[in-house]
C-alpha cells in the first residue's frame, strides 16, 4: 500500500508571535501538513496553546491540523479542538482512562484519529485498536519539550509497530515525533515511518522550501 512521506513541522519550535505568517509561508513552502503541540502543565510540564488559538488560525490556513494532545483525559476537549477545525486529533494512551471510548468519540465527531505512545509505552497498547486508527504516533523522545536528542530503541518500535500496521490496518500511518532530522529520516522511514514530526531540526534551518526538500530527499521522495 502506496503511503506518501509525509513532514509535519512541530509549531512548537516556530515564532508563537507571527503563527499567521508561520502558516502562510509553510503552505508557500509546499508542505501539506502543521503539527500543533498542545501541553497542559499536567501531563507535561509545560503549558503551550489550546482549541481557541487553533480556530483562531483555522481560517487563515489550508493545511492539515496534526494536533498532538499532550493533555490529560483529553476526551474533555476533543469536541472543543474538532470544533476549532482539527483534522487528525492525536491523544496520549498514557492519559486516556478509556481510549477505545475516545477514539470512537473524535471518529463520531468526523476527524481522523490519532494514538500516541509515549517511549516506554509497548507497541501492545494500540494493538487491538489498531484497525480503527488513521494514525498512530511513535514518541521518540519524552513529551513536553522541543530539542531533544532521539531515544535510540524507537527504531525498533517503529518496525514492531510497522509489521504489526501491515497485518492489521495497512491505511494507519506511523508518525514518530522527537528528534527527527535529515540525518535519521531514511532509518526511520526504512524502519516503517510515514510522517516525520519536525520543531527544532525543520524551523532553524530556514528557507523552508529547501528544508522540506532536505527531509524529502533523505526520505527518497524527491
Ligand atoms: C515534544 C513534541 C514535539 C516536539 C518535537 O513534546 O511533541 O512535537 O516539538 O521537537 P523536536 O523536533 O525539536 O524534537
Ligand atoms: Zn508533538
Not at 479542538?81 to 477514539?103: N, P, Q, S, Y
Request: a negative charge; glycine letters at 8%; one cysteine or more.
Amino acid at each position: 500500500m502506496a503511503r506518501p512521506f509525509l513532514l509535519s513541522p512541530s509549531l512548537l519550535s516556530s515564532d508563537y508571535g507571527r503563527l499567521a505568517e508561520e502558516l502562510a509561508a509553510l503552505e508557500a513552502a509546499g508542505l501539506k501538513w502543521v503539527h500543533w503541540d498542545v501541553m497542559d502543565g499536567a501531563f507535561v510540564p509545560n503549558i503551550t496553546l489550546g482549541a481557541p488559538i487553533i480556530g483562531a488560525l483555522r481560517g487563515r490556513s489550508k493545511l492539515f491540523f496534526d494536533v498532538h494532545l499532550m493533555v490529560e483525559e483529553p476526551a474533555r476537549y476533543v469536541a472543543d479542538f474538532a470544533r476549532a477545525g482539527a483534522d487528525l486529533i492525536c491523544v496520549h494512551a498514557e492519559a486516556t482512562r478509556h481510549l477505545e471510548r475516545t477514539c470512537a468519540a473524535v471518529a463520531e465527531l468526523g476527524k481522523q484519529v490519532g494514538v500516541a505512545l509515549n517511549p516506554a509505552t509497548p507497541v501492545d497498547a494500540v494493538r487491538y485498536l489498531l484497525p480503527q486508527l488513521d494514525m498512530v504516533l511513535v514518541m521518540s523522545v519524552n513529551p513536553g519539550f522541543g530539542g531533544q536528542s532521539f531515544i535510540p530503541f524507537a527504531v525498533d518500535k517503529i518496525r514492531e509497530l510497522a509489521a504489526l500496521r501491515d497485518g492489521l490496518n495497512p491505511r494507519c500511518l506511523i508518525q514518530v515525533d522527537g528528534g527527527c532530522t535529515p540525518e535519521n529520516t531514511a532509518e526511520l522511514v526504512a524502519a516503517g515511518a510515514d510522517c516525520l514530526v519536525s520543531g527544532s531540526a525543520f524551523f532553524k534551518f530556514p528557507p523552508y522550501r529547501e528544508r522540506h526538500e532536505t527531509f524529502l530527499r533523505a526520505a527518497g521522495a524527491l
